[in-house]
């Protein structure tokens, strides 16, 4: 440490004025013990704030002296018998409740320590068994909320064949088998009918899964000119009856395979099935 | 100026950790006008002041041997003990409820004003010193010195960045010590 650095640094200002914190305190204390010149700097400031202060003196009461000195004995007194023990006081009176209040303290906590323990041991079994029912509890409530959306589904499942089977068992509803073509024998989809709404569903029965940017593509062939039917999903969907447009004159239905969202004409080479309304 | 023909300051010194009444007496004589001042200057009650006085003075009788010489002058160290003092009543639950009627709303600002409106001492020399120092300078060391204020709640008041405050309080101090020494006081 610098003592002109100290002396430079603004400190013994702030420590002066009574705001130095208490890091800048310590720092300056020591500085002033280990540099006279900076003591003698603190010093300086500080006789120009106590002139400051002895300028602005005031007369106090005259009565608050009398005061203090009618109370500088009891004060005396009293310092005395915190410190030292009077020697005249008989020393048996002053040991017997000191000691027995002590010992009353004692059992009082021993007692309070005791029953702290009992209730500390019952809580805790409580609150093992509390535990073991809050995990079964859990477990149970996990269980419940995986059967209940297990349940869930089934029942949109069963909503959704029994919307088939509606459609299927309809006597309006025509059923328009499509063999695969020469290109793709083994493929087959059937078109369901119904000619009084005109709507027309869509089964698939097997086709191969498309590439990605690919989509199969439903066609109405009515007076020779295909007509869009729409694209359709694959994956899980083909399970269902899928609702495709409407149309209310056909004489065959074909799928292509085109690209992803469909086209506007069907690409031949790509036709997968194809079957002819009967009758 | 604190030494008087009679007794010299290791005297004074001497009497008080003898606590002899006689040498205390000297002191109180001698010191409690300034003391009283710091106390009014902080709390600006003289009811109250006058109480904390007469307990200062007592603990400066029995905590006479705590003082160490080579820290400082006595008068020094008597002011420290006044200053907390006054600043602990000032700060204490008690008093602040006595005071309601002017500390009714932020009481930091209420402080600024009890210090702005106090009247100027006529006292020998302090007219002299006052005109030197800027209203803002007085203001920043009373709120520091006398009021116990941090650098924080200074800035608050004063509204003024905490750095500023810094600055401003050493350009003030210095300013002080320097009317101090040129006026000869």
């Known amino acids: 440490m610098d003592p002109q650095h100290v002396i430079s640094s603004g400190i013994i200002e702030l420590y002066t004025a009574g705001i130095a914190s208490e890091k800048e305190i310590k720092e300056l204390e020591a500085a002033m013990a280990q540099f006279p010149e900076v ?13 400051y202060v002895q300028m602005q003196s005031l007369t106090p009461d005259p009565q608050a002296k009398s005061f203090v000195f009618s109370n500088l004995n009891n004060q005396t007194i009293m310092q005395e018998n915190t410190l030292t023990p009077d020697p005249s006081a008989p020393i048996v009176s002053i040991e017997r409740p000191k000691g027995a209040r002590w010992k009353w303290i004692a059992s009082v906590a021993a007692v309070l320590l005791l029953f702290s323990l009992v209730l500390n041991y019952v809580f805790f079994n409580r609150y093992k068994i509390f535990k073991e029912y809050k995990d079964k509890y859990e477990s149970l409530l996990l269980s419940q909320n995986s059967i ?24 309006k ?40 940017d690919k989509q199969y593509q439903l066609w ?12 359709f999903e694959m994956g899980d969907t083909v399970n269902l009856l899928q609702k495709m447009k409407i149309t209310g004159k056909a004489q065959m239905f074909a ?25 | 100026m604190e030494s ?35 106390i009014v200057k902080t709390l600006n009650d003289t009811g109250a002041a006058n109480d904390v006085l007469q307990e200062v003075f007592l603990k400066i009788w029995r905590n006479a041997d705590s003082y160490d010489p080579s820290k400082g002058r006595l008068f020094t160290w008597m002011l420290n003990i006044a200053r907390n003092a006054a600043i602990d ?3 204490s639950k008690s008093f602040k409820q006595e005071q309601k009627t002017s500390y009714n709303t932020d009481e930091l600002y209420a402080i600024k004003g009890i210090i702005t409106e106090q009247p100027g001492n006529e006292h020998l020399g302090f007219s002299k010193v006052l005109e030197k120092l800027t209203k803002e300078q007085r203001t920043l060391i009373d709120l520091a010195y006398y009021k116990g204020c941090t650098q924080e709640e200074i800035a608050r008041i004063m509204d003024i960045p905490l750095g500023t405050v810094k600055t401003r309080m050493r350009n003030a101090i210095n300013q002080l010590r320097t009317i101090i020494n040129t006026s000869n006081i």
């Open chain 1, 39 to 51: 003591a003698a700097e603190v010093a300086a400031y500080q006789r120009a704030m106590e002139a």
């Open chain 1, 148 to 171: 209940l959306s297990k349940s869930n589904l089934y029942k949109a499942r069963l909503e959704q064949m029994q919307e088939s089977m509606n459609v299927i068992q309809d006597p």
């Open chain 1, 173 to 212: 509803v025509l059923k328009v088998t499509m063999p695969g073509t020469k290109a793709f024998p083994t493929a087959l989809a059937t078109v369901f009918w119904n000619r009084e709404s005109q709507q027309v569903y869509l089964k698939v029965n097997n086709l191969p899964e498309p590439a990605a």
């Open chain 1, 220 to 231: 109405a062939i009515v007076d020779g000119k295909p007509v869009d039917m729409g694209v």
């Open chain 1, 255 to 279: 799928v292509t395979l085109e690209k992803k969202g469909g086209a506007a004409s069907p690409t031949m080479e790509q036709m997968y099935v194809a079957g002819k309304i009967p009758g």
């Open chain 2, 4 to 38: 008087t023909a009679t007794y010299s300051e290791a005297e004074l010194v001497r009497g008080l950790t003898a606590r002899d009444e006689k040498v205390f007496s000297h002191i109180y004589d001698l010191y409690s006008p300034a003391l009283f001042g710091v």
């Open chain 2, 89 to 91: 009543v000032l700060r």
